[in-house]
Nanobody, 127 residues
Framework: QVELVESGGGLAQAGGSLRLSCAASGRFAGTYSMGWFRQTPGKEREFVAAISWNGGDTKYAESVKGRFTISRDTAKNTVYLQMNSLKPEDGAVYYC????????????????????WGQGTLVTVSS
């Protein structure tokens, strides 16, 4: 089991930037893919981005391509989500997730069977 702790959420203006962090700990923290999902009230959780254990493979939702960048520091077992050109519709609770499957796995798109989840961090984007 991997434990995940997110940080970095907050308030940003439309067009602005935020960077989220997710620190992983546990036996397999350094060997699992990690990623981000987001959820707003009344909507299903939505895949945002994922990255493989060594950072070699990444996957993004179409809605964030070109604006968000996922990266990881393998030495710190930490994954980052750099969010630029924020839009009001990017506002959500962002959750970090971890799993042994690669980002290309359908499990990352659905998020339903991923092994570990963080508690979430709130991102608010004002217009």
């Amino acid at each position: 089991q991997v434990e995940l702790v997110e940080s970095g959420g907050g308030l940003a203006q439309a067009g602005g930037s935020l960077r989220l962090s997710c620190a992983a700990s546990g036996r397999f923290a350094g060997t699992y893919s990690m990623g981000w999902f987001r959820q707003t009230p009344g909507k299903e959780r939505e895949f945002v981005a994922a990255i493989s254990w060594n950072g070699g493979d990444t996957k993004y939702a179409e809605s964030v391509k070109g604006r968000f960048t996922i990266s990881r520091d393998t030495a710190k077992n930490t994954v980052y989500l750099q969010m630029n050109s924020l839009k009001p519709e990017d506002g959500a609770v962002y959750y970090c997730a971890s799993d042994d499957r690669l980002p290309e796995s359908p499990s990352w798109m659905s998020g339903r069977t991923l092994e570990s989840w963080g508690q979430g961090t709130l991102v608010t984007v004002s217009s």
